[in-house]
């Protein structure tokens, strides 16, 4: 049954249509294929990967307020869901990996000073990050340059699509 409903979304999704030329657009301009992008799992990881150095930096600047702890929580998160991606079809075999998974995030958001997050952000993903400050910063914009001309160039193409669509009705 699994693989006829795949057959059906690969068939789906290399036909001749709006919503397949949109993917087709997309997957070229991002290198992204078609199907990740359709399920959204391209996205999200490409999400993951530009976003977490923005919330590094809210955390290191020099105003502090009460959103450091959850900031904090949220980059460790993320690191988590990113490493996840790739290990999750593994781990999920053992016995009580869900329940340890948990555990794990309950502790990460655990209102004390030692909670997980604070750890794990002091002790792992903070020296990584000022290793790879300058780096990320470049990287960070060049992704925002990029993903503000592929948004044009997708809207504007899939506007020029839609009207074409309409002419040949």
């Known amino acids: 049954m699994f693989s006829q409903l795949h057959n059906r979304y690969e068939a789906f999704l290399n036909e001749n249509n709006f919503v397949t030329d949109l993917l087709a657009t997309m997957e070229e301009k991002t290198g992204v294929q078609r199907k990740y992008i359709a399920s959204g799992e391209g996205l999200n990881l490409i999400h993951h990967l530009s976003c977490h150095p923005i919330r590094i930096k809210a955390i290191e600047s020099k105003k502090k307020d009460d959103d450091t702890q959850w900031l904090t929580y949220w980059v460790v998160y993320g690191f988590f869901s990113v490493a996840e ?85």
């Open 85 to 169: 991606a790739f290990s999750d079809i593994f781990l999920s075999w053992f016995p009580f990996y869900y329940a340890g998974k948990c555990l794990f995030l309950l502790w990460c958001m655990a209102p004390v000073t030692w909670n997980g997050s604070a750890i794990l952000y002091s002790r792992v993903v903070r020296p990584v990050f000022l290793r790879h400050q300058a780096t990320l910063d470049s990287v960070v914009n060049n992704l925002s340059d990029k993903a503000k001309n592929m948004a044009d160039t997708v809207t504007k193409e899939a506007v020029n699509l839609a009207l074409n669509h309409d002419k040949n009705q």
